[in-house]
């Protein structure tokens, strides 16, 4: 493991730990936080300084636009669950479920449009 790849981990890892600190105070600032692409964006960051290749970049960031939208509405059927009652892993789980199928739905109609993900 190099040095490099620790440090991206640490960074990485800090911003979650940050966000989840923040989120015991404060939830609504903590989900403004985690909605920021950070991630994504240091994502972004570690790609071109490895590649500098413009069309991969290019394909990455056009690929994440697609990959979020199936990924929104889990932020709201697990909170109507755990209102409703349900237990926090059943509702992770649902949510983990259902995104990954909406994943699969998004993969094959982006297709149909001419959009390889």
């Known amino acids: 493991m190099t040095a490099e790849f ?3 981990a640490l960074l990485s890892g800090l911003i979650i730990a940050v966000i989840a600190l ?3 105070k404060a939830p609504a ?3 403004l936080v985690a909605s920021l692409p950070l991630i ?3 994502g972004m960051i570690w790609l071109w300084r490895d590649t500098g290749d413009n069309a991969l970049l ?3 960031a056009e690929a994440t636009f697609w990959y979020v939208l199936p990924s929104l509405p889990m932020f709201l059927l697990i909170p ?3 209102r409703s009652g349900f237990s926090f892993w059943l509702t992770l789980g649902a949510g983990v479920v259902m995104t990954f199928l909406l994943y699969l739905a998004t993969i094959g109609i982006a297709a149909r449009f001419g959009v390889r993900l």
């Open 58 to 60: 290019a394909n990455h």
């Open 29 to 31: 600032a903590a989900a």
């Open 22 to 24: 923040i989120g015991r």
């Open 6 to 8: 620790i440090t991206r």
């Open 40 to 42: 994504s964006i240091l």
């Open 80 to 82: 109507w669950m755990l």
